[in-house]
T-cell receptor
Framework: DVKVTQSSRYLVKRTGEKVFLECVQD?????MFWYRQDPGLGLRLIYF???????EKGDIPEGYSVSREKKERFSLILESASTNQTSMYLC??????????FGQGTRLTVV | AQTVTQSQPEMSVQEAETVTLSCTYD???????LFWYKQPPSRQMILVIR??????QNATENRFSVNFQKAAKSFSLKISDSQLGDTAMYFC??????????FGPGTRLSVLP
């Protein structure tokens, strides 16, 4: 069965902390994505990666960075968490031209 | 840049009835994919149905079907015989040559007993 796993379901962090969100997929997909989901705005792309060590900025990359050292793992990093980064974060993976498979989401609260 | 619009923020339907969710998109590409995803309260995004733009025939999956109008750039989802388990957020998504997925803002569907 296809699986995308995010490391945490709920996370509470303090302003200014460095935050790591981890995502692992077991489907050998080349494409991986990080989205942010906010009410009324749908899913907005933060970063995506189409291969190991390759990354491209999405629509809202400011304040975020990513790392993809291995094909199965795609990490989202909040360099210095701020309250406006409180949100739901969704990781996804896919093959080219195919559907996206999603993790269960991480609800991050920055206080 | 592609955009996806869902004009109905919220909808409700009686159990066993039929409901149609609207989606329009804007693109200059000719080959692309369209998807409907469901997100129930558990938050897990689940693929409902997909459509390849080069296929004229509308996709169907059991109680779910689409009305794909390429010229009008419209991609609506019809749910027949609605069930309580269909209560969820529904997102329309576009995937073009650029490999990114572009999502609409979502429609919250409530199925009423």
């Amino acid at each position: 069965d296809v699986k995308v796993t995010q490391s945490s379901r709920y996370l509470v962090k303090r302003t200014g902390e460095k935050v790591f969100l981890e995502c692992v997929q077991d489907m050998d997909h080349e494409n991986m994505f990080w989205y942010r989901q906010d009410p009324g705005l749908g899913l907005r792309l933060i970063y995506f990666s189409y291969d190991v060590k390759m990354k491209e900025k999405g629509d809202i990359p400011e304040g975020y960075s990513v790392s993809r050292e291995k094909k199965e793992r795609f990490s989202l990093i909040l360099e210095s968490a701020s309250t406006n980064q409180t949100s739901m974060y969704l990781c996804a993976s896919s093959l080219s031209g195919d559907e996206a498979f999603f993790g269960q989401g991480t609800r991050l609260t920055v206080v | 840049a592609q955009t996806v619009t869902q004009s109905q923020p919220e909808m409700s339907v009686q159990e066993a009835e039929t409901v149609t969710l609207s989606c329009t998109y804007d693109t200059s590409e000719n080959n692309y994919y369209l998807f409907w995803y469901k997100q129930p309260p558990s938050r897990q995004m689940i693929l409902v149905i997909r459509q390849e733009a080069y296929k004229q025939q509308n996709a169907t999956e059991n109680r779910f079907s689409v009305n794909f109008q390429k010229a009008a750039k419209s991609f609506s989802l019809k749910i027949s015989d609605s069930q309580l388990g269909d209560t969820a957020m529904y997102f329309c998504a576009f995937r073009g040559y650029g490999q990114n997925f572009v999502f609409g803002p979502g429609t919250r569907l409530s199925v009423l007993p």
